[in-house]
């Protein structure tokens, strides 16, 4: 398990010489606890107490690249089970999966599929990672046409899915140079298989069905030189791969299996519901999900939920304070007031367009804290909305002076009305209630 | 972290809906809650229910859904039944909307609806009653009395309102479903304040609120992992079954902007990736309002 | 122009037309009560027209009066213009009243008398021509003679050597000379005739925020000789910190300068006077005081401290010579300020850090200085955390309906009968009650609680049918003294708003301490020892604190209330050099932690808006005592 920050402390100089860039070695201690610093800073640092804190503070599962180029995908690198204890780092690659077996136009129809959908959600490009080759034709040169068709891993990533060595032979004599995944080394094949990734520097997926298995592969495999592992579990239904992957998962972070210390690999298409199984990727641990192609709804919602997984929960996403037209609002249109936490933000602008009803929505910076928990810490005061409304120039907008401020702020109506000089008038605590209440209430 | 030696449950058993033996008249009657550990790991033995929501007064009802199920919007019975015997759902949730209208005064509605919808379902029922302080006191007990001894699941108690359910609960046997805004602590919190008001633990469902896909639903799904993850250490006033219902999920520009031919298949695929990952976070009741992602989330459950 | 005049005093005033009551108020030398800054929001400036011609929206600010009032023309002076010639009669609740000002000594004893400046009487030999050094060289190697620094590294100041040459002949080469260690080497401050070693006098000043407490010090025998405190006059250009930047702001710093000297001049007077000593003849003054107040009283502009990305000009300790700064002892006294470790983590804390003595020690203290703003420091000799917070006013009587500060009549601490629910209280100089204090109010939250009258979010039970719990007319409220107890002729309660806002400011303070603790890995078990100072601090009923979850649960006996943490930390500074001199070094080590950059704080804090908390395991003795309460009370055995 990871260490205290006292215990960190007790190992280094205390001369709060600040050449770490923090201000003291207590507050490098602390940064170094929770993995966001690195034990290099530290200058001073005799190379005993380096090694020590260096095997408790790096990051408990490996980052492993797969591709090159502008589209390559990065994954590993986490530090935690939750991502409340702090957050994931690395969303898992969507591969989609084709067969060897396919005709040329199948093929290419879903490599340009995976290389346009592009789902534009709150300022980032969402998008599916690479594509995912089956040898199934039992031919080696199949099996190679058809990674060459892939793009040969010079635009997409690929991963090569086979279990015969001369097949992979002949795809890497194509792909080889763009870091290709190789699926997967086995217990019986894992010494051909590593000398090729090794060969070609590509990473390399290790299979087996337990833990113990799988980790004596990696460590073989780690052994003969290869460096960059993934790890397939090969999981007979969902509760399988969430009972395997979270231990799998936990043995790495708490350090007492290093050989298992390597992203998971999943693939979906194998468990039957390919949403369910892509979700449950993105929920639990995996690095690389490969999935048969599946419907733009399903590709957009699962774009969206990897998204939603791995924001930061320390860094939410937060809407820029500013005022908002919502229908296209004309003077006698309504203000509503409301905070820059997303998910409030998001709500009453779904229901708000939903209602066809023009107004204006005047969102305050409250560190992306909800109404209800911004009121309770003083995050949301009249002071803020009197300033709001001035900077944005809100009385510029509207002919009226009247404000409509959310449910949960109704005990700040008082002080928000001496404060700004507009009538308030408080709205309903549900989003969903809105339309109604802006239909009854609202007369200019 | 520590955890329970494997005889106690993490979560503790919630029986919802009541039999003819038990009391009521429902043909089965569900045990929630019941885990060990976590979710879908090991010998995970919760339950799972899927729940289809219908309602009294279709005029807030996302209109995917209008489109969908025809003219039974306009028949909470017949939609009851139908989400039953057509659609597959475990149970049903009937919310009543209409209490949303200004002045609402139909109490005796209330009690004919519960009865009406009890009358053509044979499970067990969740009623989302009103949210207004003036009124919840009359609405809770209408539909409370109305369905006396069926061990219904009435919603929605929350920390500055949480009397009135309570009581209905408490004088006709029913379980309260305790919302709170995304917060284990305040979960934590209502849990407690229900307790003190002398609501007994296995009667109380957490609600932790779940906000749509896209829009911040990651702030649900970690705060129901956190209040699992406390359950599991061992705290007693989190250890209760949760129930999730993403309603804002149909009402989502994704959705409401879809293409016609589209429509219903967005608002599945949204609505089942949302209600899969909230039973990934430990919900063991989630509710929908598409029909058929009650039909895809039922064969995901079974398989 | 229109005259105004004041009664009861029948001050009189001449002010332009337009002018507001406030500020004709000040121009007349009363010191009105302002808490939000004369914004119209306290309501505390309730002033009644008799006769002449004012403007005041009186409908805007109903809220503030009760109907006797309104017909004795109630008005906020801070809103009211005056637009004639006008008689105002000003209550005694509107003024600044005489607070308790904790004057105390302690601990001291053991810290041994090292101060920074001596006197060293010389008898030098008179210059001639075979001897032709020059005077400021002669006295300098005489005062070397009898244990002096080395002549090079004293500098002289220009006005001692103005002098120098007259009091060196006129002593007939007798005198005594003032040299002081500065950084960087030592100064001359001063040459008296003859010998004057046995009268050598030192200060000590907590610069607060509302009061300036001074001790005299003796530094020839290391003797308090006396005390004194004063009102810091910066109040009239504002309440809190915040509004005070602002006045400095708006062109307000020299004037803030001025009013800071001449409160401690104010101070030191009394103090000097009282033992006899002249103000000349003091030649130290260690000044404690938050960074904000030390940039003011140096004059240095606070302005960038207010807003992102929050810095000060300032953060080490700073020497000057008393006449750059307006102090009225002698013009070289050597005036030393506390450095501190951040904005909000001012030379104050880093007082009451020396006066906990936690910098000494190898056991856990977490030191709580709670006002308005609170600071929180945990650690030990080997390392120490810091981190402040607003707790809001309501525990100083802020934003609370009946609520005042710790002034005559304030009802300071309560117990409520759990049968009865009758209140018994005891009040500020024993005088009929006129509102209630932090103390009092923490004390009714913890008593409240017992008698289970509110339930954990400090939600009053309605259901309970008795006279003193009533809806009122913004909230459910609790009686704590009826109308005819009082002098103001209104019931005080207690509403559950101004609970709500009780628990809130604790929250923010107990997460504070959770935050400080889970950052060094610590339990609260593992704290050894609590210790509590600041305005409010002092006057705590401990176990009420620990009951109502301000402070973490540690056994009572941890808990000290260690007094005046800043003159306590501001006297080891004066009477010991070494322990200044290691007080950079002490602020420097301090680790700073920003609660609002620390997401899980909004999670203790959220947490901690329960009472006592939401994790009762965090208080086993309260989870006890509150189990206990609610058998005796029985589940709604109460409710009629």
Not at chain 1, 187 to 209: F, I, T
Not at chain 3, 467 to 492: H, L, M, N, Q, S
């Amino acid at each position: 398990m990871a260490m205290k920050a006292l215990d960190i402390y007790k190992h280094l100089p205390k001369t709060n010489c600040k050449k770490c860039g923090y201000p003291t070695c207590l507050a490098f201690a602390m940064k170094l606890a929770t993995g966001k610093a690195d034990v290099e800073a530290c200058p001073d640092l005799d190379p005993g107490a380096k090694a020590l804190l260096g095997g408790v503070t790096r990051p408990p599962v490996r980052a492993v690249t797969i591709g090159a180029g502008e589209r390559s995908v990065t994954i590993g690198e986490e530090f935690v089970l939750f991502r409340h204890e702090k957050t994931f780092y690395h969303p898992p690659g969507i591969m989609v999966e084709v067969s060897d077996t396919w005709t040329e136009v199948e093929v290419r129809s879903v490599v340009d599929e995976v290389r346009e959908t592009v789902v534009h959600r709150v300022g980032q490009d969402l998008v599916l990672n690479g594509v995912a080759v089956r040898n199934e034709s039992g031919s080696a040169d199949r099996f190679a046409e058809t990674v060459r068709l892939a793009g040969g891993g010079s635009s997409l990533p690929l991963v090569l899915i086979s279990d015969d060595p001369t097949a992979f032979e002949a795809a890497l004599a194509i792909a080889g140079q763009y870091r290709p995944l190789i699926h997967a080394a086995t217990a019986d094949n894992w010494e051909p298989l590593a000398a090729l990734a090794k060969q070609y520097g590509s990473p390399l997926v290790v299979r087996a069905g337990t833990p113990a298995d799988l980790a004596a592969i990696t460590a073989k495999c780690a052994e003969a030189g290869v460096a960059d592992l993934l790890i397939d579990p090969a999981p007979g239904s969902l509760q399988g791969y969430i009972t395997v992957a979270t231990e799998i998962r936990r043995s790495a972070i708490e350090r007492t299996e290093p050989a298992l210390g390597y992203p998971i690999y999943l693939d979906a298409g194998a468990l039957g519901e390919t949403d369910a199984a892509v979700a449950t990727g993105i929920l639990k641990y995996a690095g690389i999900i490969v999935t048969p192609r599946f419907s733009r709804a399903s590709r957009e919602a699962a774009l969206t939920l990897r998204q939603n997984i791995y924001t930061d929960p320390q860094h939410p996403i937060q809407v820029t304070p500013g005022v908002y037209p919502i229908n296209n609002p004309e003077r006698d249109a309504p203000v509503l007031l409301t905070v820059n936490f997303s998910l409030t933000y998001f709500t009453i602008v779904g229901y708000l367009e939903a209602s066809r009803m023009p107004c204006h929505l005047l969102i305050v910076d409250t560190e992306g804290l909800s109404v209800l928990t911004s009121v309770a810490g003083g995050k949301l005061t009249e002071t803020m909305v009197a300033d709001a409304l001035k900077k944005f120039g809100v009385a510029d907008l509207v002919d009226h002076r009247i404000l409509i401020i959310p449910g949960y702020a109704a005990p700040l109506s008082g002080k928000i009305e001496d404060a700004t000089g507009w009538k308030v008038m408080v709205g309903p605590r549900d989003a969903a209630d809105l339309p109604e209440y802006l239909e009854k209430e609202w007369k200019t | 972290m520590s955890e329970n030696s494997p005889d106690k449950l993490a979560i503790r058993e919630v029986r919802l809906g009541a039999t003819r033996a038990e009391g009521g008249t429902r043909e089965v009657s569900y045990v929630i809650g019941g885990d060990r550990g976590l979710p879908f790991c090991g010998n995970d033995a919760g339950r799972r229910l899927v729940a289809l929501e219908i309602c009294d007064d279709p005029a807030i009802w996302p209109p995917v859904v209008r489109n969908y199920v025809g003219d039974l919007v306009n028949n909470p019975e017949d939609w009851a039944q139908a989400a039953e015997r057509r659609y597959g759902a475990d149970l049903v949730r009937l919310n009543f909307t209409s209490t949303k209208k200004r002045g609402f005064n139909a109490f005796a509605d209330i009690a004919s609806t519960t009865e009406r919808v009890l009358e053509a379902t044979t499970r067990p029922l969740i009623i989302e009653g009103s949210n207004d302080p003036q009124v919840d006191s009359e609405v809770f007990r209408r539909c409370g009395e109305a369905g006396e001894g069926e061990r219904l699941l009435l919603g929605t108690a929350e920390a500055d309102r949480y009397r009135s359910v309570a009581a209905a609960a408490l004088a006709y046997g029913h379980l309260v479903i305790a919302q709170s805004p995304i917060d284990v602590n305040l979960a934590k919190q209502l849990n407690i304040l229900l307790r003190e008001t002398g609501v007994p633990e296995d009667r109380i469902v957490i609600d932790p609120y779940t906000g749509a896909l896209g829009y911040g639903f990651e702030y649900s799904y970690s705060v129901m992992e956190r209040i699992r993850l406390a359950a599991i250490a061992g705290d007693d006033d989190l250890a209760m079954p949760m129930i999730s219902a993403p309603t804002d999920t149909l009402s989502i520009r994704e959705v409401r902007e879809a293409a016609p031919e589209e429509q219903d298949a967005m608002a599945v695929a949204w609505e089942f990736y949302t209600a899969y990952s909230a039973f990934v976070a430990g919900a063991s009741v989630v509710c929908v309002r598409h029909p058929l992602t009650v039909e895809r989330l039922k064969k995901v459950l079974e398989a | 122009m229109p005259t105004v005049t004041f009664l009861p005093g029948y001050r009189k005033v001449s002010v332009p037309e337009g002018t507001s009551l406030l500020d004709a108020a000040r121009a007349a030398g009363l010191a009105m009560n302002v808490v939000c800054g004369g914004q119209g929001k306290c309501g505390k400036c309730l002033v009644f027209v008799k006769t002449g011609s004012v403007s005041f929206d009186r409908d805007k600010f109903r809220k503030f009066f009760s109907d006797p009032e309104i017909a004795r023309g109630a008005c906020l002076a801070c809103q009211t213009t005056v637009t004639g010639d006008v008689q105002v009669d000003v209550p005694e609740g509107s003024l600044i009243q005489e607070q308790k000002i904790l004057v105390e000594i302690q601990g001291l004893e053991e810290i041994p008398l090292n101060p920074a400046v001596r006197k060293y009487e010389v008898y030098l030999s008179p210059p001639s021509l075979d001897d032709t050094t020059p005077d400021l060289t002669r006295l300098l190697e005489g005062v070397e003679g009898v244990g002096g620094p080395p002549p090079n590294r004293v500098y002289a100041p220009l006005g001692v050597l103005r002098y120098l040459p007259q009091v060196l002949r006129r002593s007939d080469w007798h005198v005594t000379a003032t040299v002081a260690l500065v950084p960087g080497g030592y100064r001359l401050s001063n040459v008296d005739d003859g010998d004057t070693t046995g009268r050598l006098y030192g200060a000590a000043v907590d610069l607060g925020t509302t009061t300036i407490v001074v001790y005299l010090w003796s530094l020839v025998d290391g003797r308090i000789l006396s005390t004194a405190s004063n009102y810091n006059r910066q109040i009239s250009c504002g309440e809190d910190i915040l509004s005070r930047v602002n006045f400095s702001r708006k062109g307000g710093l020299a004037r803030l300068q001025q009013l800071a000297a001449e409160s401690i001049n104010e101070a030191l007077k009394k103090a000097a006077d009282a033992a006899g000593v002249d103000l000349e003849e003091i030649f130290e003054v260690m000044v404690a005081g938050n960074t904000v107040m030390t940039h003011l009283f140096l004059g240095i502009d606070p302005g960038y401290m207010i807003a992102e990305p929050y810095i000060p000009v300032v953060q080490r300790m700073l020497s000057t010579a008393a006449r750059r700064v307006g102090i009225a002892t002698h013009e070289n006294t050597g005036i030393y300020t506390f450095p501190a470790v951040s904005n909000f983590i001012g030379g104050d804390v880093i007082a009451d850090i020396l006066a906990t003595g936690m910098t000494e020690r190898e056991e856990v203290t977490l030191l709580i200085d709670i006002g308005t703003n609170f600071e929180v420091v945990l650690g030990n000799r080997d390392w120490m955390l810091s981190c402040s917070g607003a707790a809001g006013p309501a525990l100083e009587g802020g934003e609370v309906l009946f609520g005042m500060r710790a002034n005559p009549g304030a009802i300071e601490s309560v117990r409520i009968d759990p049968e009865t629910l009758t209140p018994t209280y005891t009040t500020i100089n024993g005088v009929a009650p006129r509102g209630i204090c932090g103390s009092g109010l923490i004390d009714l939250l913890a008593e409240l609680l017992r008698a289970c009258v509110i339930d954990r979010t400090g939600g009053i039970n309605l259901e309970i049918d008795h006279p003193r719990i009533r809806r009122g007319r913004y909230a459910p409220e609790f009686v704590v003294a009826w109308k005819e107890e009082t002098p103001i002729g209104k019931d005080i309660v207690i509403t559950e708003n101004d609970i709500k806002n009780l628990v809130m400011s604790k929250a923010a303070i107990h997460g504070a301490c959770m935050t400080l603790l889970d950052a060094a890995g610590l339990a609260p078990r593992d704290i050894e020892r609590v210790c509590l100072t600041g305005a409010f601090g002092n006057y705590i009923n401990k176990e009420n604190a620990i009951t109502v979850g301000l402070i973490p649960e540690v056994p009572l006996e941890r808990v000290e209330n260690i007094g005046n943490g800043a003159i306590t930390g501001a006297n080891i500074a004066l009477v010991n050099r070494k322990r200044r001199k290691e007080l950079d070094g002490l602020a420097r080590r301090i680790t700073y932690i920003e609660l609002n950059a620390d997401p899980s704080f909004m999670d203790r804090y959220t947490s901690s808006c329960f009472l006592p908390h939401t994790d009762l395991s965090l208080f086993p003795r309260v989870q006890q005592m509150l189990e206990a309460c609610r058998l005796r009370e029985g589940v709604g055995s109460r409710q009629g």
